[in-house]
């Protein structure tokens, strides 16, 4: 047993009103007890964009922004880590990014490589690398929203260690959730959804969010998992040897079966 | 509207008795109408290989061996396709393959890339790439079995240009069948898992299967699925362009979001 405790917040931001949406968010976080809380997609500014105007003005350099500073703060008071989406600017440019922020403040930052809909006006697609990270006992790595669809994001995240990967998002299709179960399955992996509920209505377009927030054990089985509307925080206790020992049996592995050199058409 | 029909057949092979298992799946397959037909992972022999004798014993060379002159015969006479698993034999090596066999013969052989438990002591990995192949206006690709697990296989057949991947299968897990809801979801590809029933008992081992062949759409959802027991064959008609389309929506395509240099990881 390699116990480690996570939760994910399951809130409805209001569109632009960064100061309120980091208050609840934290407030909702502050009712669990784990070592890891992750908190949505754009967590910090909403979703729906109308403008570039929009991003210039609510998009965040993490190490001067608002959502940095407050869970900083939130990380060395309660001495745990956190996950959160966030609108990222760096030098002029924009990412719909997470972080992820510790006692000692920003461990990461990790850039959506996979965009989705109208983010493609607001955002440039990720350009780091998936990686994987510290975080006490456990190795998180971190997808954000639509790169579920993309099964090389989580494959890449496992064979690089991860025990668990955070995947803060703002999901609108309804098989999101029952695929993050297959993620979990196919690379014996823990995965935590921390999804936002409620419908955003603004001049860029109407959007109706899926809620359904979950943490999935590394076999594919929820743990936890929130209803379509609640604004909840869930928290679950992983045991991170289950994700590391990568025996399907005895006899059969899970990873060492592959056959990279059949897989090329995959980096094409 | 671009139509194709497929089907599978869920049966119970009785092993060492390939003459009367290639008449009863036959005889099963001929009571659907269909342009290509799916039969299980090593339909013709049974599973529970006890010994390399065996395996010598009961492995064919695909130009010569019973299943392939029976396969070859059904197709031609029915003036259609067949997807079938068998043990293959080729020059002293022997593999756990599958056949693509159409009216004029023989199209092609995938040798399964990722082995489960006492296959590996009976069968070598493939070591073809995984291939798409024109059947009539579809085209198709094979998958075996535990491939399943290995999200690489399907994904690769998908950027091949695959509509639809058959999947001739002895499932011993029951979560693998939802797990081909996801292959489906994220290639946009129908996919057809043929499955046995039944329980092998042999000094080899008891392996009990899960049966619930199904034929899956474009977007995950089960057209046509078979209890765990039934002995059964069961068709859909597939429209070939919804497997094209890989847009997501007008503004969110499926594939051309991927980075690839993101993904160096799989294939190291």
Redesign the interface.
Known sequence: MNNFRVAFVQCKPTFGATDANLEKGLALAATVDAHLVVLPELWSTGYVFSSHAEVAQLAEDPSTGATAAALRYAAKREKRFYIAGFAEASRGRYYNSAMLVGPKGIVSVYRK??????E?EWFR??DR??SVHKVGPARIGMIIC?DW????TA??LA??GADVIAHPSNLVFA?AQ??M??RS??NRVYTITANRTGTEKRPGGTVPFTGRSQIVDA??IPMARASKTAEIAMAADLDLDIARDKSL?K??H?FR????????????
């Open positions: 490589l996979h965009l989705f809909e109208r493609q697609p990720g690398d998936l639509y669809r993309f099964p090389e494959r890449v064979l690089k098989n029952q695929a179960l297959t399955i196919e076999h594919g049996t006899r059969t899970l079966p592959r056959q990279p050199k059949f897989y090329r058409d995959l980096v094409r």
